[in-house]
């Protein structure tokens, strides 16, 4: 046996796996093809294992940590079928790739069946196709590596409330939203529709000292102008037609809890005055009262809109701005926050999943794709309602891109494999990287969001997708398991 090792590492906190070279174990009983293959795969940078047989490859399993198996289907003693039974129980995530001549691919096929990534057979057309192989076979892996990574965060994560994410941008969210929490010092949270502005503030009051107290929302652009100060303030029986009982505001139901005032820029101005005489004096007046009530109330306000270019129009006041703005926090977009979305996808996968006792566990890589380039105007609501919008039409353990909302136009057409796949390459990152890898990334791209889209629309018909392809029906399906798309084992 021969080895020359680096192990693999994943870094939980970060979310990510580095890129170390594929671990690969070759398991053939004829030397000079292990030799070969090793040699091989050496010089594409991958780290090489062998054994002769399929008892030592156990032995080897069980010491060393492999990504991919490629190895002959007929052994002596431990043969290639039940070396791939040993890995499935034994190794959850290692791929198996099968070796066999030509006469034995049907055995071959029943492997890929049972498990087995693919198979090779003898003698093999090319090199390339070796490589390319046990490469697609290890991204596989690594995808798996991942997203177990995911979930293994999602239950370590220190969270900050509700709120999730560990890119920079969370980060510099929850060092001010933490640091303030202890304090009474009122917030002005900034952030477009859907980033989470109700859920900062939750979280925020659930770490400060008013957390046992009341913690009361309203949107102000919900309520009709002639009753804001009503909603806010209170008032006393007869104060307006329709008051025909004295009613307590929203300030003094938050009494030594936390208000949320969402879209705090849609206060009209004499609401603006009463707010602003609240914050600065800690006591609201009824409508209709000339009573003052002392109140012990942090404010928490948030808005979507530019409260500077209000000022100017003469829309907001100055000294409000001034009063709610003490610590302001601003939330990414989601666009602007994308390494977050696997976290946040498995997050609200894992949530709906178990409300509604789906079996969907896994988002596919395809699926992972078209979510992490999808333009979420939306923002994390978004992200939400699509997560659960595929939840409960996803009939598989793994959810694909035809179950999202956005995977398929209205028309019921495939989607456009240019527009799943990402080509813009600044969208994908490929123009960071050398012309042949990310000619090789977008290829790979395409191919899968061409055969995704092709056999959505064929309802999983094999035979119907092959033709509309332009391809005789085995080699449609060797297309569609290299790009990593799965058929019905029926068809």
Not at 127 to 152: P, S, Y
Not at 187 to 205: F, M, N, P
Not at 287 to 307: F, K, M, W
Request: glycine share 6%; charged share 25%; hydrophobic share 40%.
């Amino acid at each position: 046996m021969t080895l020359s090792a680096r192990p693999r590492s994943g870094e939980i906190g970060q979310v990510k796996l580095e890129e170390a070279p594929p671990r690969v174990l070759v398991v053939d009983d004829e030397p000079t093809l292990r030799r070969t293959l090793a040699r091989l795969l050496n010089s594409r940078n991958m780290t090489v294992l062998t054994a002769d047989d399929g008892a030592q490859a156990i032995d080897v399993l069980g010491r060393e940590q492999v990504d991919v198996v490629l190895v002959d289907l007929m052994m002596p003693k431990v043969g290639g079928l039940e070396l791939l039974d040993h890995v499935r129980s034994s190794h959850a995530g290692v791929e198996v790739i099968m070796m066999t001549a030509f006469g034995d691919v049907e055995t071959a096929v029943k492997a890929v069946r049972a498990g087995a990534y693919h198979f090779l057979t003898k003698p093999f057309r090319s090199n390339d196709e070796v490589v390319l192989t046990v490469t697609k076979a290890a991204e596989r892996r690594r995808l798996v590596d991942r997203a177990l990574l995911l979930e293994r965060r999602l239950e370590q994560m220190e969270k900050f409330g509700e709120l999730i994410g560990n890119s920079p941008a969370m980060q510099e969210v929850y060092r001010l939203a933490i640091g303030v929490a202890p304090t009474s010092s009122t917030v002005l949270i900034l952030g477009e529709s859907g980033t989470g502005k109700e859920l900062t503030a939750r979280a925020i009051h659930g770490h400060s000292p008013r957390v046992n107290n009341p913690f009361v929302a309203v949107n102000c652009s919900a309520i009709p102008v002639d009753l804001v100060e009503s909603e806010l303030f209170g008032h006393v029986r007869g104060a307006f037609t329709g008051a025909t009982a004295t009613r307590a505001g929203l300030f003094e139901s938050a009494d030594r809890g936390t208000l949320f005032l969402d879209e705090v820029g849609d206060l009209p101005p004499l609401a603006q005055v009463k707010l602003l005489r609240a914050l600065q004096e800690g006591e609201v007046k009824r409508v209709g009262s000339n009573e003052t009530r002392i109140v012990d109330v942090r404010v928490v306000a948030a808005t979507n809109v530019d409260l500077r270019s209000r000022i100017a129009a003469g829309r907001f006041r100055e000294d409000l701005y001034y009063r709610l703005n003490v610590v302001p926090i601003s939330l990414p977009a989601l666009r602007e926050r994308r390494e977050d979305i696997p976290l946040l996808a498995y997050h609200f996968l894992q949530k709906y999943a178990s409300r509604s006792s789906s079996q969907v566990k896994k988002i596919s890589p395809e699926a992972m794709r078209l979510l992490s380039s999808h333009h979420w105007q939306g923002n994390v609501r978004e992200l939400e309602n699509a997560i659960e919008h595929a939840v409960v039409f996803c009939r598989d353990d793994t959810m694909t891109p035809a179950e999202l909302p956005f995977g398929r136009p209205s028309n019921g057409a495939p989607p456009d494999p240019a527009q799943a796949a990402g080509t813009d390459p600044a969208a994908q990152g490929l123009s960071d990287l050398p012309y042949k890898e990310a000619k090789e990334r977008s290829l790979e791209a395409f191919e899968t969001a061409y055969f995704e889209g092709l056999l959505a629309r064929t309802q999983g018909n094999v035979s119907e997708a092959a033709r509309q392809a332009g391809l005789d029906r085995s080699n449609f399906r060797r297309a569609v398991k290299r790009a990593g798309v799965r058929v019905r084992d029926d068809e």
